[in-house]
C-alpha cells in the first residue's frame, strides 16, 4: 500500500528558512500536499503541486518534487513564531479517492 | 468560503451514551469524509461520501455510524463507545473525490469517552 514518511521535528531560528521533507512510495501519485495544524485545531491546506511539476512557489512557501526519488519538500522562507506547528505531507493516488498522510513533522520556531 | 464548520467543538459521552458529530460546508463539494486523529498522530480516513452516497468505509467499528443527510451535511453517530475511541475527529470535503480536488478540513470535534 502507500506509504508517506517525514522527519518527526526541525527546530529553526525566526528569520531563517525552514525546509520539511517528505518521501513517498506510490508511484501512481497524481497530487501531492501541505498540510498544516497547529495545537488543537484542524488541518490548514498550505499548498499542493500537480505530479507533472517539480516547482511550486506560493509566497513565501516553495514545493519542489523530485518524482524519480519520490521526494517533496516544503520550504518556508523568513520562518516566522506563528510557522510553529505540525506540517503533515500527503498524496492522492491515482484511483484519486483518499489522502495519504504521512506523520507528521513537528515545527518549533525559535525567536 | 472555504469552511468546514464542525459541531461540537468538543464533546465528553459516556460509554453507554448516543451522540452525533455534526459537519456542514457551504462550498458545493460533491465529497466529504470523516477523518479520526489521535494525540500526536496523522488523519486516519474513517468514511467518504461521494454525492451522498457512502463510497469508502475503512473498516470503521458499526458503534460508528455516518449519514449524510444532503450535499452540504454530514453526520457522524456515535453509540457505545470505548474510551479507545477518544480522539480529535476531523470532516473535510473537496469538490468530488477526483485527483484534481483539494480537501478542505474543519476544525474538528474533540471527543472524550468516559
Known amino acids: 500500500g502507500e506509504d508517506v514518511e517525514q522527519s518527526l521535528f526541525l527546530s529553526v531560528r525566526e528569520g531563517d528558512s525552514s525546509v520539511i521533507n517528505c518521501t513517498y512510495t506510490?508511484?501512481?501519485?497524481?497530487?501531492l500536499y501541505w498540510y498544516k495544524q497547529e495545537p488543537g485545531a484542524g488541518l490548514q491546506l498550505l499548498t499542493y503541486?500537480?505530479?507533472?511539476?517539480d516547482m511550486k512557489q506560493d509566497q513565501r512557501l516553495t514545493v519542489l518534487l523530485n518524482k524519480k526519488d519520490k521526494h517533496l519538500s516544503l520550504r518556508i522562507a523568513d520562518t516566522q513564531t506563528g510557522d510553529s506547528a505540525i506540517y503533515f505531507c500527503a498524496e492522492k493516488g491515482a484511483a484519486g479517492n483518499k489522502l495519504t498522510f504521512g506523520g507528521g513533522t513537528r515545527v518549533l520556531v525559535k525567536p | 468560503d472555504t469552511e468546514v464548520t464542525q459541531t461540537p467543538k468538543h464533546l465528553v459521552m459516556g460509554m453507554t451514551n448516543k451522540k452525533s458529530l455534526k459537519c456542514e460546508q457551504h462550498m458545493g463539494h460533491r465529497a466529504m469524509y470523516w477523518y479520526k486523529q489521535k494525540a500526536k498522530k496523522p488523519p486516519e480516513l474513517m468514511f467518504v461520501y461521494s454525492y451522498e452516497k457512502l463510497s469508502i468505509n475503512e473498516s470503521v467499528p458499526s458503534r460508528f455510524s455516518p449519514e449524510c443527510p444532503n450535499s452540504s451535511l454530514l453526520n457522524l453517530h456515535l453509540h457505545a463507545l470505548q474510551p479507545e475511541d477518544s480522539a480529535l475527529y476531523l470532516c473535510?470535503?473537496?469538490?468530488?473525490?477526483?485527483?484534481?480536488?483539494?480537501?478542505?478540513f474543519g476544525q474538528g470535534t474533540r471527543l472524550t469517552v468516559v
Open positions: 506510490d508511484s501512481s501519485s497524481t497530487y
Open positions: 503541486i500537480f505530479s507533472n511539476m
Open positions: 473535510a470535503s473537496s469538490q468530488d473525490q477526483g485527483g484534481n480536488t483539494e480537501a478542505f
